[in-house]
C-alpha cells in the first residue's frame, strides 16, 4: 500500500495541538497531516471563525496562548472594546455587534482573511493550506469537510446567559452558543451533526494510506464525533482498526480541559477513559491510557483493544515527546 503520509491525526482543539506539537517535537520533517473538526465554525460579527484549526496552526507555529489555550499570545482586544459604543444602539431583535464571543485584534486577521478568501471562491481547505503556510506550519492542517456541518446541542434545562439571554429547555442551539455564551454551565439533552449527512470529507484517502491514523485526545462526542458523522470515516477507520490508536482524553474520571466529562454523563456514557474506549472500539485497535487509569486496562482490553498505560499529560517537552513515540510505535504497521 502506498503511503500518502506517515501520520494522519483526527484531530478537535486544544487536546489535538498539544499532541501535534508532540509530533513536530519529536520529528519536525515527519509527513503529518491533521483533519480538523469544522463543527464549531461559527460566524461572529460577518466574520468566518474556525476555533479548532486556528487552535492546531497557532500551536504549531509556537504563538498560541499558553494560559487560554486558545488565541494569540500578547493579544489586544481594542475593536472588541470598541464595540461596546454601540451596544445600547442596536435595534431589537439584532445581534450586531456580537458581543459575547472576543476576537483578539491580532487574531481578528487571520478571519479577515479566511472571510475574504471564502468569498472569492477559495475552499476552505484551500484558504486552511494558506493561513498554515502564513504561519510556518509544515504539518497538512486539512478542515474535515469544505461543507458546512454545524454541530448543535438540545439544552436539557432552562438556563440565562451572562449576557442576559435566556435559553429555553429544549433550545436547539449552536456549539459556540454552549460553549462560550453559556460557557458549557448547562447539562444537555442531545448533539446533532447538522449537515454531515451531505457533506463530503476533505482527504479521506489519508484514512486508508497513511502509515498510522491517531484519534487525538479530544472530546470524542463534539470534537471527534463531527468527523466520524462524514460518510465514509468510521468504515475506513474501521478497514484499518489494528492501525488506529486512539488517547484517552479523560484521565481519573475527568477533563484535564472543556466539559468533555460532563458531556459523556449527560448523553449516558461512562465518564472515565473505559466510556471513551467503548465509543472508540469499533474502529480503534489500540488505546493508550494515563498511568492514573492502570486499573481500567484489563476492562479496556476486553473490548478487544489493546492497551497502553503511560503518561499522557504533556506537561513538558520530554513527556510529549515520549507520548508521541509511544502511539507512532504502537501504531506503526
Known amino acids: 500500500m502506498s503511503v500518502a503520509c506517515d501520520v494522519a491525526v483526527i484531530a478537535g482543539g486544544v487536546g489535538a495541538a498539544r499532541f501535534l506539537r508532540a509530533l513536530r517535537l519529536m520529528d519536525a520533517d515527519r509527513a503529518v497531516a491533521a483533519i480538523v473538526n469544522t463543527g464549531d465554525d461559527t460566524v461572529v460579527n460577518g466574520l468566518h471563525v474556525s476555533p479548532d484549526i486556528d487552535t492546531v496552526i497557532y500551536t504549531l507555529a509556537d504563538a498560541i496562548d499558553p494560559e487560554r489555550g486558545w488565541g ?47 468569498a472569492e471562491g477559495a475552499s476552505l481547505n484551500d484558504t486552511t493550506q494558506e493561513i498554515a503556510k502564513a504561519w510556518g506550519v509544515r504539518f497538512d492542517i486539512v478542515p474535515m469537510s469544505d461543507a458546512r456541518v454545524e454541530t448543535r446541542l438540545t439544552l436539557a434545562e432552562e438556563v440565562t446567559s451572562p449576557d442576559g439571554h435566556t435559553y429555553q429547555s429544549g433550545a436547539t442551539i449552536s456549539f459556540q452558543e454552549y460553549f462560550v455564551r453559556l460557557r458549557h454551565a448547562v447539562a444537555i439533552a442531545a448533539l446533532q451533526f447538522a449537515g454531515a449527512d451531505t457533506a463530503v470529507p476533505n482527504r479521506l484517502d489519508l484514512l486508508s494510506t497513511a502509515g498510522t491514523v491517531v484519534i487525538a485526545p479530544s472530546n470524542p462526542l463534539v ?24 488517547i484517552s482524553p479523560i484521565i481519573g474520571g475527568a477533563a484535564l480541559k472543556g466539559p468533555a466529562d460532563r458531556m459523556l454523563r449527560e448523553m449516558g456514557h461512562e465518564a472515565t477513559a473505559l466510556g471513551v474506549a467503548r465509543l472508540y472500539a469499533e474502529i480503534c485497535g489500540v488505546f493508550i491510557i494515563d498511568e492514573i487509569d492502570a486499573d481500567l486496562s484489563s476492562n479496556i482490553e476486553r473490548l478487544g483493544m489493546r492497551c497502553i498505560v503511560t503518561r499522557t499529560i504533556m506537561k513538558s517537552d520530554d513527556t510529549a515527546r515520549a507520548l508521541a513515540a509511544t502511539v507512532l510505535n504502537a501504531g506503526s504497521r
Open 72 to 118: 494569540l499570545r500578547d493579544e489586544t482586544w481594542t475593536t472588541m472594546q470598541s464595540h461596546r459604543r454601540y451596544f445600547d444602539r442596536r435595534p431589537a431583535g439584532s445581534a450586531a455587534p456580537n458581543n459575547w464571543f472576543n476576537l483578539g485584534d491580532r487574531d481578528m486577521a487571520t478571519h479577515l482573511y479566511r472571510t475574504a478568501r471564502l
Open 223 to 246: 470534537s471527534i464525533g463531527p468527523v466520524r458523522a462524514l460518510r465514509g470515516v468510521d468504515t475506513a477507520l474501521a478497514a484499518r482498526r489494528d492501525s488506529v490508536v486512539a
